[in-house]
């Protein structure tokens, strides 16, 4: 439909405690949420070790192809965050100390009355011509550059980062749904649901099977941005539901004769 506004979204999730399993990602799922809400469409994820030349690879491919990336992870005190480095390559910019973020975790661990040692001042290290993501909960702040955004990967953290976000970024038209339950396996219904499918490339039609008891069963979610287009769409799925299960009275019919 001509009047549809489409935004697409990225993430890059970042860290070896990812890929060995220490860490069991949090932020994949709630960024999905606030995209839903914000009628932006998460189109890929990709999970990337903390290694330069890998997140600067993945980086690369993502912000060109996509209108958002966001990204979690690697911008701690440690030697091992090295995400505001890799973000600068990918940008051909230098990464240096922020005046503004320095300022502002100085004051924050003053007032604790602790040292803003040298592995803190990590965390106010940025891409040169970077904007700040402002960081309510422990004050390090995140970064914007171009079209990415860069955020922790501690989830409270990640979250509040993301809150401040969302209401600057560009919406598109929403997503609407509609499930359909349907007592059959995919087995039964794969075939005439893939051709309702094919007979309607604007929707994305979903199954996920279940199992209750000692029967299959499978749930269809209809999605689309034109309410009419998504009810016209689930009413062929439950015409489909009602001619197998007809089809299958008559076979029941035809072996008890």
Same mark, same amino acid.
Do not use: W
């Given at each position: 439909?001509?009047?549809?506004?489409?935004?697409?979204?990225?993430?890059?999730?970042?860290?070896?405690?990812?890929?060995?399993?220490?860490?069991?990602?949090?932020?994949?799922?709630?960024?999905?949420?606030?995209?839903?809400?914000?009628?932006?469409?998460?189109?890929?994820?990709?999970?990337?070790?903390?290694? $330069?030349?890998?997140?600067?690879?993945?980086?690369?491919?993502?912000?060109?192809?996509?209108?958002?990336?966001?990204?979690?992870?690697?911008?701690?005190?440690?030697?091992?965050?090295?995400?505001?480095?890799?973000? @600068?390559?990918?940008?051909?910019?230098?990464?240096?100390?922020?005046?503004?973020?320095?300022?502002?975790?100085? $004051?924050?661990?003053?007032?604790? $009355?602790?040292?803003?040692?040298?592995?803190?001042?990590?965390?106010?290290?940025?891409?040169?011509?970077?904007?700040?993501?402002?960081?309510?909960?422990?004050?390090?702040?995140?970064?914007?550059?171009?079209?990415?955004?860069?955020?922790?990967?501690?989830?409270?953290?990640?979250? @509040?980062?993301?809150?401040?976000?969302?209401?600057?970024?560009?919406?598109?038209?929403?997503?609407?749904?509609?499930?359909?339950?349907?007592?059959?396996?995919?087995?039964?219904?794969?075939?005439?649901?893939?051709?309702?499918?094919?007979?309607?490339?604007?929707?994305?039609?979903?199954?996920?099977?279940?199992?209750?008891?000692?029967?299959?069963?499978?749930?269809?979610?209809?999605?689309?941005?034109?309410?009419?287009?998504?009810?016209?769409?689930?009413? $062929?799925?439950?015409?489909?539901?009602?001619?197998?299960?007809?089809?299958?009275?008559?076979?029941?019919?035809?072996?008890?004769?």
């Amino acid at each position: 439909m001509t009047n549809e506004i489409i935004v697409t979204a990225a993430m890059l999730a970042i860290g070896d405690e990812l890929l060995s399993g220490r860490t069991k990602d949090k932020n994949i799922g709630h960024l999905a949420d606030v995209m839903l809400l914000s009628g932006i469409d998460l189109k890929e994820v990709r999970i990337v070790a903390d290694d $330069e030349d890998a997140i600067v690879s993945a980086l690369n491919a993502l912000r060109g192809q996509y209108d958002y990336v966001f990204t979690s992870g690697g911008i701690g005190p440690t030697h091992d965050d090295i995400t505001a480095d890799a973000i @600068a390559k990918a940008f051909g910019v230098a990464c240096e100390h922020d005046a503004e973020a320095m300022r502002l975790m100085a $004051e924050m661990y003053a007032r604790r $009355e602790m040292e803003f040692t040298e592995a803190r001042q990590r965390m106010a290290r940025m891409p040169v011509g970077s904007k700040h993501i402002a960081n309510p909960v422990s004050t390090a702040p995140g970064f914007n550059i171009g079209n990415v955004y860069v955020m922790a990967g501690v989830p409270q953290v990640f979250q @509040a980062m993301l809150d401040n976000v969302a209401p600057t970024l560009r919406s598109g038209t929403r997503m609407l749904s509609a499930a359909i339950s349907c007592p059959y396996g995919e087995g039964e219904i794969g075939t005439p649901l893939g051709a309702i499918q094919k007979a309607h490339p604007d929707t994305s039609i979903g199954s996920y099977p279940r199992y209750i008891g000692q029967s299959f069963s499978t749930e269809i979610v209809v999605r689309g941005r034109s309410a009419e287009l998504v009810e016209s769409v689930a009413a $062929e799925v439950r015409a489909m539901i009602e001619t197998i299960r007809q089809a299958k009275a008559k076979e029941n019919q035809s072996a008890e004769a």
